[in-house]
């Protein structure tokens, strides 16, 4: 079953305009990733963020963790048409062994208006 | 990072047949997954797949319908097999490099049955 809940499920803005995706998720984890899937294809992966940090940058991408209230949100900036694109978030469990998968929540499409 | 590829890139199948996946790394890793995202939806994982042991199956999937093989390091297979029209997905491989860190992902099979 989905671990994770985004919001919004989809998300139109202006370019140049931020945009903000949270994730929400259940069960303990190690870390959280998230990636982008532009129409269909592979996953593209953005950052991710371990269960002891707070908060993370990357170029125009910043995460943030909130372990108390299970929850992550990703902010884009100045946003371009070429973020148009669905974006997932994504926990790694704290199961032993290392052997577990990622359980993935349902996904925000964001559409970048020009 | 890892740079992943898998063959085919997309099939047309008719119901009934069996279709072999390939999932090749440009380097070795332990960790090897298999995801399926049914259309419009989110990922989730079929089965980990270990190099000399046989793969762990995720709840709702069974190794009569999804065997898998892990030769080596760099290298697994998936096989849909008896194919239905509910087996139309994309089919993705994905790999864990190091520890719980992060896990990059194949291009995807896109494969319709009719």
């Known amino acids: 079953s989905q671990q994770g809940e985004e919001d919004p499920q989809a998300l139109s803005i202006q370019e140049g305009e931020n945009a903000t995706m949270n994730c929400s998720y259940k069960t303990s984890i190690n870390n959280l990733q998230w990636y982008r899937q532009n129409s269909g294809r592979g996953l593209v992966h953005l950052i991710l963020i371990r269960s002891n940090e707070r908060e993370k940058h990357s170029g125009r991408l910043r995460v943030t963790l909130d372990t108390s209230k299970k929850s992550s949100s990703l902010l884009i900036t100045a946003s371009r048409a070429a973020d148009t694109a669905s974006y997932f978030c994504a926990t790694d469990g704290e199961s032993g062994g290392g052997a577990d998968g990622l359980t993935f929540g349902k996904g925000t499409h964001l559409i970048i208006q020009p | 990072s890892a740079v992943i590829s898998q063959k085919p890139s997309r099939d047309i199948c008719q119901r009934g047949t069996s279709l072999t996946i390939q999932c090749q790394v440009d380097s070795q890793v332990t960790m090897m997954f298999w995801y399926r995202q049914q259309p419009g939806q989110s990922l989730t994982l079929i089965a980990t797949?270990?190099?000399?042991?046989?793969?762990?199956?995720e709840s709702g999937f069974v190794i009569d319908k999804f065997p898998i093989s892990r030769p080596n390091l760099t290298f697994s297979t998936l096989t849909v097999s008896n194919m239905s029209p509910e087996d139309s997905s994309i089919y993705l491989c994905?790999?864990?490099?190091?520890?719980?860190?992060?896990?990059?992902f194949g291009p995807g099979t896109r494969l319709t049955v009719t």
């Open positions: 994905s790999v864990r490099t190091s520890g719980r860190g992060e896990q990059y």
């Open positions: 797949a270990n190099q000399g042991s046989e793969a762990t199956y």
